[in-house]
């Protein structure tokens, strides 16, 4: 069992920064793979990013977003640069036993945490 909890989420212009991070629980954390999705309104979950021991990103998020995480600390991170207002969305940091194949398919993540909002302003 692994329990995810988010946090970082705000409101920030667009071009701006922020960083959000997600605390786990549980003892085998460096076994899971971890990844973030998010939900705009009226739009299904999609995947934003996902690292094993490397990174693995949407073509949407690739060059201004950064996913890494720590071990020692049971923790993951999304660093987001150059935000826009279409990046608005509740983001949700996820676990799970993933392949390369299956990395960006949520339902392959059983764990997931309440999610933070992140809003862009034009």
């Known amino acids: 069992q692994v329990q995810l909890v988010e946090s970082g989420g705000g409101l920030v212009q667009a071009g701006g920064s922020l960083r959000l991070s997600c605390a786990a629980s549980g003892r085998t954390f460096g076994s899971y793979a971890m990844a973030w999705f998010r939900q705009a309104p009226e739009k299904e979950r999609e995947f934003v990013a996902a690292?094993?021991?490397?990174?693995y990103y949407a073509d949407s998020v690739k060059g201004r977003f950064t996913i890494s995480r720590d071990n020692t600390k049971n923790m993951v991170y999304l660093q987001m640069n150059s935000l826009k207002p279409e990046d608005t969305a509740v983001y949700y940091c996820?676990?799970?036993?993933?392949?390369?194949?299956?990395?960006?398919?949520?339902?392959?993540?059983?764990?997931w945490g309440q999610g933070t909002q992140v809003t862009v302003s034009s």
């Open positions: 690292i094993s021991r490397s990174g």
């Open positions: 996820a676990a799970g036993q993933t392949t390369a194949w299956n990395r960006d398919k949520a339902f392959k993540y059983p764990y």
